[in-house]
């Protein structure tokens, strides 16, 4: 079983960047689809981006395409979110999370999550 610890999140201005790491220990990190998603206050968790086992497949909602960019180091355990031109409305609780199954944007495919780091924008 993967525990996973996020952090780099902060208080930033828009326009402004944050860069969110994400530390896995107790499983084999590259045997794990990793992905990052988000929850405002009073919304639903949703997907951000993630990222396959070897890093070769990326997936991005919408919202953050362009702007914020997913990596990972398998030799460092660490899954990465790099976030550029933050936005009022990126504010928000940022968990990772792992799956045992293939690269997927859907919350339900993840088994593993961390406690989350908040991310706050300010206009």
């Known amino acids: 079983q993967v525990q996973l610890v996020e952090s780099g999140g902060g208080l930033v201005q828009a326009g402004g960047s944050l860069r969110l790491s994400c530390a896995a220990s107790g499983g084999t990190f590259s045997n794990y689809a990793m992905g990052w998603f988000r929850q405002a206050a009073g919304k639903e968790r949703e997907f951000v981006a993630a990222i396959s086992r070897s890093g070769g497949s990326i997936f991005y909602a919408d919202s953050v395409k362009g702007r914020f960019t997913i990596s990972r180091d398998n030799a460092k355990n660490t899954v990465y979110l790099q976030m550029n031109s933050l936005k009022h409305e990126d504010t928000a609780v940022y968990y990772c999370?792992?799956?045992?199954?293939?690269?997927?944007?859907?919350?339900?495919?993840?088994?593993?999550w961390g406690q989350g780091t908040q991310v706050t924008v300010s206009s």
């Open positions: 999370a792992a799956s045992t199954g293939v690269v997927a944007p859907r919350r339900e495919r993840y088994d593993y």
